[in-house]
């Protein structure tokens, strides 16, 4: 049974930084794709940085929102994944969830972390 556990959330003032960290229970070449998402109060849980492991190279998408101040990596050695979130603001004030999903036999499996919570204010 694969597990996903977040650590570093937390408040932080507008601006500031914070670094969000996924443990990994299984190895990470098993995965297809692995990455962030976020749901904010009253809102949709949203895309935030997904990496895809196409043909061993991989390629991370992320959304517009946060181009440019978040960066998603990945340690192999340690089986983690992170999110680095810099000049954040009100606006990214969610619960980021760690996620993963792994392909067999043509069919999908999904796995979710539990979820950290992410408070950005003054």
């Known amino acids: 049974q694969v597990q996903l556990v977040e650590s570093g959330g937390g408040l932080v003032q507008p601006g500031g930084s914070l670094r969000l960290s996924c443990a990994v229970s299984a190895s990470m070449h098993s995965f297809n794709t692995m990455g962030w998402y976020r749901q904010a109060p009253g809102k949709q849980r949203e895309v935030v940085a997904l990496?895809?492991?196409?043909?061993?190279?991989?390629?991370?998408n992320y959304a517009d929102s946060v181009r440019g101040r978040f960066t998603f990596s990945r340690d192999n050695a340690k089986n983690t994944i992170n999110l680095q979130m810099n000049s954040l603001n009100p606006e990214d004030t969610a619960v980021y969830y760690c996620?993963?999903?792994?392909?067999?036999?043509?069919?999908?499996?999904?796995?979710w972390g539990q979820g950290t919570q992410v408070t950005v204010s003054s």
């Open positions: 996620y993963a999903d792994t392909l067999s036999m043509g069919r999908r499996y999904h796995y």
């Open positions: 990496f895809t492991d196409s043909a061993r190279e991989g390629s991370t």
